[in-house]
């Protein structure tokens, strides 16, 4: 071969390795980030606005802040403190909510280029001369047909440190004057809206205000009601209903305040969320708190602090007061939930919706209060204390372990597993609940109302099992191992390879609507069908993503009886059906 045709040769597997390498995207160039300051250095003692400007590439986009019911995971910047020196305040714009063929509800995403503002503040002692502010901003960046994984690219905010009192010049003011004027009044971003779901969940959460009226904890808080409102019925006759409104907003004041820190934190905490060891130790607290309500440990109050919050104050100030505290007596038997509402708003991350939230709870459970407080005469048609109390605190003990039972969730990946799980506890409580317990009382329904409800849990355990198993069996995927790879081509058996996570919305959709379409179960009993899941870090994630060139999820791979993949057919986005049957029958004719 002379010199000429060796260079011809050559040029073409070059030129081919270089459109493919080009044909790749950089997972490290699909979102970045750029710091534009307000002014050349920043005096101590000062607060000043700072932007950030997320780049996405197209076609990417990455999810809002907040955590959705369908698993995505958010978006969170975070920075550290430094030396004197924070970021805070930080605030994304309005998310586009868009429609992807994968999933039945809109998606909040951001895309293109997103400014984030912040405020830097220096503290007086801050060190002078260039500092370094270092952070993280985490995100999942999906295309409209696939997802790639979690990530988390380092954020450096070097910035110039000035002394108190210093001369500094403003820059890039059309652009800060443009966004705060444009923005100052749209507060945090709200992904709510008030319809029909809204006003739903409002009365779902005031009904379990009322219903927390059962439990025994509150049962005190009646003499001290009834004590402190009938010794001031002269001095407040005519007065009786500003009385009662003051006694219950000063209930839902405390505890609206719980749901407002609970939502301005909502992106860390929507984030923590995502860590197993976090969602056990929730679970864990849940499960204690509800044995406590079995009544193997007690929960209690220092003495001391009932009696404070009973002493006799006067006035509306007096009034407001003892609704302040009563979100203190009653501790024992609310912290339970109010930690799993705190846990919900968290992960909408939306203050305004965290205040209306715990307002609503606590005006369903102040209101019999209030009315006892207004009208006496209520006080003789409540029911009388007895172990019926004790057997509805076991009640609630069930419904903790249900939502440590939810917490749960995403670390138990077969599905049939999580509908097992759900069926064991709706069980054991119609089981305990309906038999086992001992309580009794005088009222002659009292038996009928605990096997009522005892055959109805057990029901609901039958029904959970049998809808899981008499849901479309789809395809059966073994979990990746070299060796079931390698068998497969020595028995000249053609393979089906998918890479899926569950923070994949695409690969969900895949195995709800593809996978389990009758032909497609009965073509793949022709093929070894393998996943690789990387809901998880996998131990041989980088190694596979290299070996196959995985760019994103979902992936899958049509690998022909003699070990090697058909290029050709592989499918690196949610397809329908009837593409899939297409790629399998294709496979199984060569």
């Known amino acids: 071969m002379n010199k000429k045709s060796f260079v011809k040769c050559l040029i073409g597997p070059v030129l081919f390795s270089l459109i493919v390498i080009w044909s790749q995207p950089s997972r490290a160039a699909v979102v970045g980030s750029d710091i534009i300051h307000s002014q050349d250095m920043y005096p101590a003692g000062g607060s000043y606005p700072i932007l950030f400007q997320v780049k996405i590439s197209k076609p990417w986009y990455i999810h809002g802040t907040k955590t959705g019911e369908s698993g995505l995971i958010p978006t969170v910047l975070s920075l550290h403190e430094s030396q004197g020196l924070r970021v ?46 270092t952070g993280l901003l985490s995100f999942q960046a999906c295309s409209a047909q696939a997802c790639l994984p979690p990530e988390k690219v380092e954020i450096r905010l070097s910035l110039l440190i000035a002394s108190q009192g210093a001369h500094v010049e403003y820059i890039n003011r059309a652009m800060f004057e443009t966004m705060y004027a444009g923005t100052a009044s749209s507060g945090p971003v709200r992904g709510w809206q008030a319809g029909a779901g809204f006003w739903l969940t409002l009365l779902g959460i005031f009904i379990g205000g009322l219903a927390l009226n059962l439990t025994p904890c509150i049962y005190p808080l009646i003499p001290i009601t009834v004590s402190y409102f009938g010794g001031r019925s002269q001095s407040i006759r005519g007065r009786t209903f500003v009385h009662g409104l003051l006694y219950i907003c000063g209930l839902a004041f405390t505890n609206s305040l719980l749901g407002l820190a609970a939502s301005m ?43 404070l919050v009973s002493k006799n104050l006067g006035g509306y100030s007096g009034t407001f007061f003892m609704g302040l505290t009563l979100g203190i007596v009653a501790a024992p038997c609310l912290g ?48 009388v204390s007895g172990e019926w109390m004790v057997w509805i605190r076991k009640v609630f003990g069930w419904v903790l372990v249900g939502m440590a039972g939810y917490m749960l969730q995403p670390l138990i990946p077969p599905q049939m597993g999580k509908l097992a799980l759900f069926a064991i506890i709706l069980a054991a409580a119609g089981l305990h609940l309906g038999w086992l317990d001992r309580s009794s009382s ?149």
């Open 88 to 133: 805070e305040d930080i605030r994304f714009p309005e998310p586009e909510r868009k429609r992807f063929e994968y999933a039945r509800e809109p998606v909040e995403v951001f895309s293109g280029k997103i400014p984030v503002r912040a405020r830097l503040i220096v503290g007086e002692n801050a060190p002078k001369g260039q500092q370094v502010i």
């Open 265 to 307: 934190s909502g992106g860390l905490l929507g984030s923590a969320l995502q860590n197993p060891a976090v969602l056990i130790f929730v679970a864990g607290i849940m499960v204690s708190l509800a044995l406590s309500f079995f009544g193997l440990w007690e929960l209690r109050l220092p003495s001391g602090l009932n009696r």
């Open 336 to 383: 339970p939930f109010i930690l799993g509402l705190l846990t919900y708003v968290g992960q909408k991350g939306d203050p305004l919706l965290g205040f209306i939230y715990f307002f609503v709870l606590s005006i369903g459970m102040g209101l019999p209060l209030a009315i006892l407080a207004m009208f006496s005469g209520a006080l003789e048609r409540l029911p």
């Open 442 to 590: 005088d009222f002659r329904v009292f038996p009928y109302i605990k096997k009522g409800l005892g055959i109805i849990l057990m029901t609901g355990a039958i029904f959970v099992i049998v809808a899981g198993y008499q849901s479309a069996p789809g395809v059966r995927w073994i979990p990746y191992d070299p060796a079931i790879v390698a068998k497969a081509a020595m028995e000249n058996r053609p393979l089906i390879l998918e890479f899926y996570a569950d923070w994949c919305g695409p690969c969900r959709a895949l195995k709800e609507r593809v996978f389990k379409h009758p032909d497609i179960v009965k073509l793949s009993r022709s093929f070894v069908t393998v996943v690789v899941d990387l809901t998880r870090q996998h131990p041989q994630q980088e190694e596979l993503r290299r070996q196959y060139q995985i760019r994103g999820v979902p992936t899958i791979l049509f690998i022909n009886n003699q070990g090697k993949e058909e290029r050709i057919l592989r499918i690196e986005s949610y397809v329908g059906p009837d593409e899939v049957i297409k790629k399998m029958k294709r496979l199984i004719a060569q």
